[in-house]
């Protein structure tokens, strides 16, 4: 089993900056990969970024350039810090943890690009 836990969601104004905060623990593969997703209100969940213990990285066409994912592998951590955020990055963000064993999900933190 994997539990995940995630922080850095908030409240920011346009072209502001976030850093979201996923931690993964529990029984952990030597290989896997872990990111984030968003779900925005009324429309499907989308990827956003996801990032390989081999640092093999993987972006969403609507973040690119804005956003980046890195990792810490001894933290079993990954960090997606934010830049230039925009209204329609607006949404649930939800980390992301899948190994040849499973597939899990953190409980999501929300991201509101407001002025």
């Known amino acids: 089993q994997v539990q995940l836990q995630e922080s850095g969601g908030g409240l920011v104004q346009p072209g502001g900056s976030l850093r979201l905060t996923c931690t993964a623990s529990?029984?952990?593969?030597?290989?896997?990969?872990m990111g984030w997703y968003r779900q925005a209100p009324g429309k499907q969940r989308e990827l956003v970024a996801t990032?390989?213990?081999?640092?093999?990285?993987n972006y969403g066409d609507s973040v690119k350039g804005r956003f980046t994912i890195s990792r810490d592998n001894a933290k079993n951590t990954v960090y997606l810090q934010m830049n230039n955020l925009k209204p329609e990055d607006t949404a649930v963000y939800s980390c992301?943890?899948?190994?040849?064993?499973?597939?899990?999900w953190g409980q999501g933190t929300q991201v509101t690009v407001s002025s």
């Open positions: 990032i390989a213990t081999t640092g093999s990285t």
């Open positions: 529990g029984t952990l593969s030597s290989f896997y990969v």
């Open positions: 992301n943890f899948r190994n040849l064993l499973g597939n899990y």
